[in-house]
């Protein structure tokens, strides 16, 4: 057995859940993996801006104790294990936390350990806010129109990694199955032999709690509609059942009636008053619309490979993806993973330039999602006021006139300095 590489800080208290409701104490521990490739670089200045955050807020009276569990390649050059168990437990345990991009090779090799800790804690939500700072360099003609927030499913969809690589017993055998009972469907597959297969299950349950989550979403913020984003045009069983099982929550638990003889819904507000739509667009209809069209977009719920996609190509709207952060969040049990959009952007590791924005931006959601509302509000108004100076990282700097590019740590020390 490997020796424990955890280490538990010498203070602090651990946050827990009863009823669906977090007691967050006033010294929670929370669990940070500081990542591959540019993570390490990040996760310093992030680090730093949200202590201050707190410190700003709450004048010492609430503090952060941060515990660093391994994970990626600092885990496995520790521990031999590239997602140690106590890893996952502690994640389990501590109930938040937080993490850096980890690499995961294309083609061969590990499978990767974002979506595993996603799958093995259950996150089945992907919170992903996109909205646009002020004087942040866009290529749209109005990226103040982009305000939306993605609820990706998290656990399902081709990211289960039900694979056989083409050429494998296991491929074979498949096949085998496929043409004695399926003889119909394995027809439609156009060279056998030479095929690698990938399976996409996508269930009722796991598309209702995932549509449930931004429904919930929409009454809590005041949002005007929730998109359904699929192709159920082509993939009939699992993103046309994602649209129709969606539907049939929102009427079912919501209330929710035709709009102009459907299928688009409306439901009440039960908190404002205000009605909610309720509609569907095909994925490929989307990424064209939200180009041209983005002010109509507000809440988005879709499937995880849609999610994925849609993520960046936001993203990209309001500035890139230095600047997208995420949560992945089970709502029922309390366990919830932040973490920034993007990778681990290699070529940039340890040089210490790369925007901290999306990891800094993603603590903001983790201490919203622990209620500490006025030390989110720190960052969100210093980001405001950093960026509107034009002190910004290369990613924004090599597209705006003007701008005073800063390092990654600079950036960090310009948001505490403006807090
Ligand atoms: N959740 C996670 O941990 C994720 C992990 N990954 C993994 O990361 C690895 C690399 O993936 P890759 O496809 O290169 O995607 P990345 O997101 O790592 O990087 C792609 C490009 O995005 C830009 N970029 C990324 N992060 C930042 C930042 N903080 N500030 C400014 N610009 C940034 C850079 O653009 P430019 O070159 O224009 O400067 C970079 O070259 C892969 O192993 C992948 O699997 C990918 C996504 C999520
Ligand atoms: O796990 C990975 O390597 C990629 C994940 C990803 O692209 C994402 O979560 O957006
Ligand atoms: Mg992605």
Known sequence: MTASKLTPP???SKITITDGKLHVPANPIVPFIEGDGIGPDIWRASVRVLDAAVAKAYGGERKIHWMEILAGEKAFNETGSW?????????????????????????????????????????????????????????????????????????????????????????????????????????????????????????????????????????????????????????????GAFRDWGYGLAQNEFGAVDLDGGPWMTFKNPKTGKEI?????????????????????????????????????????????????????NYV???????????????YAGMDKVNPGSVILSGELLLRHLGWNEAADAIIGAMDKVIAAKTVTYDFARMMDGAKEVKCSEFGDALIAAM
């Open 333 to 347: 049990t309390g366990h919830a993973v932040f973490e920034a959009t993007h990778g681990t952007a290699p070529k």
């Open 10 to 12: 010498a203070d602090g």
């Open 83 to 239: 997602l140690p168990d106590e890893t996952v437990q502690a994640c389990r345990d501590y109930l938040v936390s937080i993490k850096g991009p980890l690499t995961t090779p294309v083609g061969g090799g590990i499978r990767s350990l974002n979506v595993a800790l996603r799958q093995q804690l259950d996150l089945y939500t992907c919170l992903r806010p996109v909205r646009w700072f002020k004087g942040v360099p866009s290529p749209v003609k109005k990226p103040e129109d982009v305000d939306m927030v993605i609820f990706r499913e998290n656990c399902e969809d081709i990211y289960a990694g039900i694979e056989f690589a083409e050429g494998t017993p296991e491929a074979t055998k498949f096949m085998a199955l496929l043409q004695e009972h399926f003889p119909d469907r394995f027809k439609k597959i156009r060279f056998p032999e030479t095929s690698g297969i990938g399976i996409k299950p996508v269930s009722r349950e796991g598309t209702e709690r995932l549509v449930r989550a931004a429904f919930k979403y929409a009454i809590d913020n005041d949002r005007r509609s929730v998109t359904l984003v699929h192709k159920g045009n082509i993939m009939k069983f699992t993103e």
């Open 277 to 329: 739509v309720v509609k569907d667009v095909i994925a490929d209809a989307f990424l064209q619309q939200i180009m041209t069209r983005a002010k109509e977009y507000d809440v988005v719920a879709t499937l995880n490979l849609n999610g994925d996609y849609i993520s960046d190509a936001l993203a990209a709207e309001v500035g890139g993806i230095g600047i997208a952060p995420g949560g992945n969040i």
